[in-house]
């Protein structure tokens, strides 16, 4: 977009409204897909830059399995304890937790669990927002249809897990304006199993 001009930016996008959220940061293939969702559009590089996605997802999914590997689910009572330890601190679950409940995206604490494991269970895609800067973690974001997100930090800890709400910015345009670069690609078939076994 950069090597066009304003005129032929307005025309690549279909209008001058449309020019505004790409330059307040709209992800350039979201808002293609949006306008013609018939015909979406991907990246070169996701489609065929498969070996630099994997080299990235398989350090990230070994820290994630990691913080998983104690979970236990035998009782409700075990399965949120074991949800809690996940987190990035007790505090942070807190707060999602009363959020979540505040908003009706679930009926109780157990719902919690049961919502975050379902989505990384059905997962298919994961979009990984990579930093440069040593004091900003990694983001790892996975989605179920769309419908419900979870996104851990690169040491493994969960962020958030949360309901896709339609007025969010979306996590590419956020985390690409923090100066992130955006990898995006298909979840591993052996981190999916290892949620629908557990």
């Known amino acids: 977009m950069k090597q066009f001009s304003e005129y032929d930016r307005r025309q690549i996008v279909g209008s001058k409204s449309k020019l505004m959220e ?110 440069n800067i040593s004091d900003i973690w990694d983001r790892i974001r996975y989605f179920d249809n769309k419908e419900w997100i979870v996104i851990f930090a690169e040491n493994g800890t969960l962020l958030t897990s949360h309901k896709k709400e339609k007025t969010e910015l979306s996590f590419i345009s956020k985390h690409k304006n923090l100066g992130a670069e955006i990898i995006k690609g298909v979840i591993d078939d052996e981190f999916r199993k290892f949620f629908k076994n557990l």
């Open 22 to 131: 790409f330059k307040k940061g709209e992800d350039i293939e979201t808002l293609f897909n949006r306008i013609r969702p018939k015909y979406p559009i991907r990246k070169y590089v996701d489609i065929f830059d498969k070996k630099l996605y994997n080299e990235n997802m398989k350090k990230y999914e070994q820290k994630i399995l990691e913080k998983f590997e104690n979970f236990d689910i035998s009782t409700k009572e075990k399965a949120i304890e074991s949800f809690k330890n996940i987190w990035q601190n007790e505090k942070a679950y807190k707060i999602h937790l009363k959020k979540r409940l505040r908003l009706g995206h679930i009926e109780d604490e157990h719902d919690y669990v049961k919502k975050t494991l379902k989505c990384l269970k059905e997962s298919k895609e994961v979009i990984i927002a990579k930093y």
